[in-house]
């Protein structure tokens, strides 16, 4: 027997609201006998649907796995109704930390203190505990420093589908250099010239 | 120019001198190194007044800047005529890093915020659903009395580890108590030396002889009594303050008359 597309998505749905966490579609796909790709298109669509037709739930995918949340603006009803707990938010030194590791991963300690300037190391245990960043391995390097990459719940907490939909940072850096002045403007320094062979 | 700034709120030395630069307006390629010295020397000298654990990576950065500051006033022109890269170069990219990924945090956090406003729901039971019902229902009335017997068990050795918790919390509370009471003795008896057997209560069990003792070896370690002995076993001998450095303790097999 197999089942149209119609039928698959609405099997789908049903497991998204049984299974409550984010069920990864390869899972789902399995248990229906359906392609792995073919499984994740399906749930894509269901995420369409129901953004298109404004549900108050919306599917939210979290590396390849959907589940249904609330919509973001019904977030004052819920608090009028039930006064939801969240927990406390993450430190302006753990944001900068895992900041790091996401765009920079796999990254070892060692190069998060550098760009930091400070030691990251307390930071980044809890950041493990929180269970947002995991040891991705070894690097081939003295030492074999542990590297750090995100995690699931990393893209989860922060409502990312996965890393690709992180905000592009290297812009802003592009920003920066294309306000670089010219080389030969140099205010500060005193240029002295030795046996007078510069113009 | 002079501000007040809680340090607390830097995470970091390339957090203050951001904050130096943004702050003066200067323009990150072209640093006045020798005013945000001055500046970030300020600030390290109100950071050691409060002797902040992170200090020595303020004072690494801060080495950093004297050793530009001192740079920048060499001539820059080589031996050989060529002009020698700018020496600020280096620490403006490490500051460009910084700021990159604080920005960086500064979007994970709003996204952080929106994120906050979408709720899921936790993973119920599924055992309804598994094909595999309440499987203590298929228990037989042996195995619930096994089970319930564990149970009252596993209670018993929990309160019995509550029970040995709180006696050990007594007992602190019983040395510190039994040191006054030493204290008092010696007080009472307006003397400045007694024996150990004279520190007993009446009718002091060995748990009591135990807590003595252990309150005057405290007592020795805060230097508040001195004790001795003339010989292994005989009669302790407690004094009331401290030796001073100069009274012999404990001497084994020695001749010395406490008395």
Known sequence: MTLNDREFKSAFESMMFIWGEPLDARTAAEAVGLGADEAYGLFKEIQREYDESGRGLAVREIGGAFQFVTRVENFDYLRRLCTPVKEKRLSQAALETLAIIAYRQPVTKGEIDVIRGVKSERIIEGLAKKELVEEKGRADAVGKPILYGTTAGFLRYFGFESLAELPEIDDIEDALRSAEPDATDEPEQISLSLGGTDE | ?259
């Open chain 2, 1 to 259: 120019m002079t501000y007040k700034v809680r340090l607390e709120v830097f995470e970091g030395p390339f957090d203050l001198l951001v904050y130096l630069i943004e702050s003066a307006e200067m323009n990150i390629y072209d640093i006045q190194i020798s005013e945000i010295t001055r500046q970030y020397l300020e600030y390290m000298a109100e950071i050691s007044s409060r002797n902040l654990e992170s200090s020595g990576e303020f004072m690494v950065l801060a080495a950093v800047l004297i050793e530009l500051k001192s740079r920048m006033l060499l001539p820059r022109v080589r031996p050989d005529g060529g002009v020698e890269e700018d020496p600020r170069k280096e620490l403006v990219q490490k500051i460009l890093e910084y700021k990159k990924f604080k920005r960086a945090a500064a979007l994970l956090q709003e996204q952080e915020e929106w994120a906050m406003l979408v709720f899921e729901k936790p993973q119920e039971d599924l055992q309804p659903f598994t094909g595999e019902p309440d499987v203590y229902l298929k228990m037989d009335i042996g195995q619930f009395v096994h089970a319930f017997r564990m149970f009252l068990s596993r209670q018993e050795r929990i309160e019995e580890v509550r029970r040995r918790y709180e006696r050990v919390e007594r007992q602190r509370a019983t040395t510190e108590q039994k040191i006054d009471h030493i204290k008092g003795v010696f007080a009472a008896r307006r003397a400045k030396r007694l024996k150990f057997g004279e520190l007993l209560e009446d009718g002091a069990d060995r748990y009591d002889k135990a807590l003595t003792f252990v309150a005057l070896l405290e007592m020795v370690r805060n230097r508040t009594a001195s004790v001795w002995q003339g010989r292994s076993f005989s009669e302790i001998v407690v004094e009331m303050g401290a030796g001073g450095g100069r009274r012999r303790p404990v001497r084994a097999g020695g001749s010395f008359d406490a008395e």
